[in-house]
């Protein structure tokens, strides 16, 4: 994981000394390990690359970039996990090799391949790729959007970065936030990260995921970006019990390349089946450091099944408590850092956890974003599956096993009802309304519309989670937090081969005879106690909005919300201040304030820089 920024244009706007040395400084949490800038002058033309590096992998000087030989600079940030193999055979053709990087190994491959290295690495990763011999820049970003990637236009020429304060500190362009994007951020705070590629501020955007853009340095930048990665689902022909021996092949040998490292690793571990995969599989290859955000809520405290995992996976953890000790004060550091506002309250959450695990000295954490959406994990995937079925002679036995085996865990009373959720999910295209209380607020509130992806159900959902909804802005959240404390995070199954694999399955296997997330629950059952395999609840990880702030804390929040003109802007204050003075506020209110305060937040910050960052 590291920090990296560039330029391509014209001489004139080409940054300053001064805005270069600021960019690197803000991109120090990334990358504090080493720092390196190359610049080029080109057919009258500029380049420039910036690149800060958290060392992981080889941690030799010599490894550091910006990354060069005769044929290429590269700037990358995030993991090549099969860069090993990769290596084999370049080295088979005759490719000789200087250190033992990934990214020497991405360099080589760049030279040799161009733009068809991207279907071949097994990785996250943004970069930049300078082809000398071409005069060319290829910038690309990784499946799944793993690694977070920004650019800027202005009069042909281009800025971009991993951090959008990089692109503030480099550019001379003024930018104002962005109020469309501030309004779909608090009607729907954990879901619109990969809607569009709007951000924050008008005139930095999104670059896509699965994408590469070329750019010759002679002329000026228009973009125009090249999938890589389209993928289509069709049925395998796979028996379920030959799925699930495949599966445990798979998710095994993902693992494997997950734990190169260096440096320690480290796993967030909870008592389901997603990150006790994990441990079992990396506590058998090297020494897996546990680390677990525990709530004093019983409903949400999970150490009995960890502390049983422990025992049969022969791991050890160390349990984070959840507390509101300085954590505006945290969070106010967050947002500074980067100029994004966080998702939702777990942020924080995820916060003490990640200040502790770079106290003991790891680097590289393990977590298991992607397994419920790859797997259908979650209970509005169960509805989705059983409507899918409607009017088929399985609907009936699906159905009642949901009314009699899954409806007494769901908390969300939409999804109880099972008449009003079929028929928010019927609109295939439109986001669930959580919470009514919640658009009340908001004036003018509107049902975001969103691609189609599918016209069955049960796979639209499921797509829309991992490609729109729920895992874009789940790797952003843990990105942008876990690089704060300069900690790389790895999330194995957002693997493009595991996820080609699953979605080529029958679809009565993700529920196969009404077990929830029974593929992976199949494939990998001896990695299990029984105490979690056989347990069909969803825990999940809720911290309420107001078990982070206490006392002092209460009146400032008081202040940014009063002092908001976004907030003032787009939200009916009469409505909101009754709401925040509730003694008891459900999930998605929770969710609701704690957006407010984040962009009331960022309003501030961007109103305390001077000159390059206003508000309109």
């Not at 860069?83 to 990087?101: A, D, M, P, Q």
């Not at 009699?404 to 939409?414: A, E, G, Q, V, Y």
């Not at 019927?426 to 658009?439: A, G, K, M, P």
Request: charged share 25%; aromatic share 12%; net charge positive.
């Amino acid at each position: 994981m590291c920090g990296l920024a560039g330029y391509i244009g014209n001489k004139i706007n080409l940054p300053s000394s001064k805005k270069i040395i600021d960019c690197r400084a803000s991109l120090k949490n990334r990358g504090p390990d080493a720092s390196g800038v190359v610049k080029k002058s080109i057919d009258g033309k500029s380049l420039l690359f910036i690149h800060t590096r958290l060392s992981i992998i080889d941690l030799n000087k010599n490894s550091s970039q910006p990354f060069s030989d005769d044929y290429g600079t590269l700037i990358f940030n995030g993991m090549i996990y099969n860069y090993v193999e990769l290596r084999k055979h370049l080295e088979k053709i005759g490719i000789k090799f200087n250190t033992r990087s990934d990214t020497e190994v991405l360099l080589k491959m760049m030279n040799h391949y161009g733009e068809d290295t991207f279907e071949k690495l097994d990785g996250m990763w943004a970069l930049a790729y300078f082809n000398k011999k071409k005069n060319e820049v290829i910038l690309s970003r990784d499946r799944f959007g793993e690694k977070p990637l920004y650019y800027s236009l202005d009069n042909g020429s281009i800025i971009f970065s991993n951090s959008i304060k990089a692109i503030h500190m480099l550019s001379k362009k003024k930018y104002y936030l962005n109020n469309k994007k501030i309004k779909q951020f608090l009607s729907y705070p954990d879901k619109i990260y990969g809607l569009n590629s709007e951000t924050f501020f008008k005139n930095i955007f999104q670059f896509p995921s699965s994408s590469f853009m070329k750019i010759k340095i002679n002329r000026k930048v228009k973009p125009k970006f090249h999938k890589f990665w389209d993928l289509k689902i069709k049925n395998n022909g796979k028996s379920f019990k030959k799925a699930c021996s495949e599966i445990e092949k798979i998710t095994k040998k993902i693992i494997k390349t997950r734990v190169r490292s260096d440096v320690p690793n480290s796993v967030l571990i909870s008592g389901g089946l997603d990150s006790n995969t994990l441990v079992s599989e990396a506590s058998k290859i090297s020494k897996i450091n546990g680390y677990s955000l525990f709530s004093t809520s019983t409903k949400y405290d999970e150490r009995k099944e960890i502390k049983v995992s422990e025992k049969l996976n022969k791991f050890k953890t160390t349990f984070v408590r959840s507390k509101s000790t300085n954590s505006l004060n945290l969070l106010e550091k967050m947002i500074e850092y980067g100029y994004n506002p966080l998702i939702t309250p777990t942020a924080l959450g995820l916060g003490l956890v990640c200040k502790k695990i770079k106290k003991d000295k790891n680097k590289v954490m393990l977590s298991g974003i992607g397994g419920d959406e790859l797997f259908c994990g979650y209970y509005v995937n169960f509805l989705s599956h059983i409507l899918s079925f409607k009017n088929k002679r399985q609907f009936k036995e699906k159905y009642i096993f949901w009314n009699n085996k899954i409806k007494k865990f769901i908390r969300n009373p939409k999804l109880i009802n099972f008449n009003i959720g079929k028929k928010d999910l019927s609109r295939l295209n439109f986001f669930i309304e959580d919470n009514s209380i919640v658009s009340k607020c908001i004036k003018g509130f509107k049902k975001i519309k969103i691609s189609r992806l599918h016209n069955d159900i049960f796979y639209n959902n499921m797509l829309q989670n991992i490609f729109f909804q729920s895992v874009p802005s789940q790797v952003f959240q843990s990105d942008y937090v876990s690089m704060y404390f300069s900690i790389e995070n790895r999330s194995p199954f957002l693997s493009g081969d595991l996820f080609k694999y699953v979605y080529e399955l029958d679809k009565d296997f993700f529920m196969y005879k009404g077990i929830p997330k029974a593929l992976l629950r199949t494939s990998m059952k001896k990695s299990f106690p029984n105490i979690i395999l056989n347990n069909y609840e969803k825990t999940g990880f809720y911290s309420p909005f107001r078990s982070f702030f206490r006392g002092k804390d209460i009146l400032k929040i008081k202040e940014y919300f009063a002092n908001s003109e976004y907030l003032k802007k787009n939200l009916n204050m009469k409505s909101f201040n009754k709401l925040i003075m509730q003694p008891d506020i459900l999930h998605a209110e929770s969710k609701f304030i704690f957006a407010c305060l984040n962009v009331a937040i960022l309003e501030k910050v961007i109103k305390s820089k001077k000159s390059n960052n206003k508000i309109l």
